[in-house]
């Protein structure tokens, strides 16, 4: 079976003035500038023959989907699979998340409290790889979807732990995106892979 080209890029940036934590939260759209990421991120992408666009259904991911999909003539899809990780820290200030869960975030403690593990992230990404490969064999796929669920497949593909350090040094920015090739069980990302 011939390789499916996978982009994965995260949605543009979020217009979220209380600065909390929106995780799965509805009606949190893209700002201005995220408008403009998405924009530029499509014109990036115009030259590569890209066959379907599926996204997550979050706001932000969809939106940023329609705007790409605009740019470069494909209408999107949509996928629970690449959804936002389940968080029990929904509303909480960005600035207690960051000084005092992110690094712990993914902990046997809080996923016990109902936390989406990186394991479960994993295999709904795998799911979804799998899924469209044998969908779009030779296709190139953009993907639409959150920073964590990108990385968390990442890392499992190369057999890295997704510690928070593999993920403070390797997170994509809003709008930024990372390539794959994927066929029978064998990822081969493009650029620094070993990441």
């Known amino acids: ?4 080209t996978f982009i994965f890029i995260r949605h543009g940036e979020v217009h979220n003035p209380k600065k909390i934590l929106y995780g799965r939260q509805g009606r949190f759209a893209l700002s201005h500038k995220g408008k403009q990421e998405a924009e530029a991120a499509g014109r990036k992408l115009v030259s590569r023959a890209i066959s379907q666009i599926i996204a997550s259904p979050m706001l932000r991911t969809r939106q940023t989907s329609k705007i790409i999909g605009n740019i470069i003539g494909v209408k999107p899809r949509y996928s629970r699979l690449l959804i936002e990780v389940r968080t029990i820290f929904e509303k909480i ?12 975030l993914y902990s046997e403690e809080f996923v016990k409290k109902g936390q989406e593990s990186v394991r479960e992230i994993a295999e709904r990404m795998i799911k979804f790889v799998k899924l469209k ?10 993907v639409v979807s959150h920073g964590d669920p990108i990385l968390i497949l990442k890392a499992v593909s190369i057999n ?4 928070w350090n593999y993920k403070r040094n390797n997170y994509l920015k809003t709008a930024e995106f990372m390539v794959v090739k994927y066929s029978q069980g064998i990822y081969e990302w493009e650029g620094n892979e070993n990441r």
């Open 1 to 4: 079976m011939k390789p499916t």
């Open 93 to 104: 200030s960005l600035t207690e998340y960051h000084g005092k869960i992110q690094v712990n």
């Open 133 to 142: 490969a044998r969908q779009y064999p030779g296709k190139t796929v953009l």
């Open 160 to 163: 890295r732990e997704f510690s």
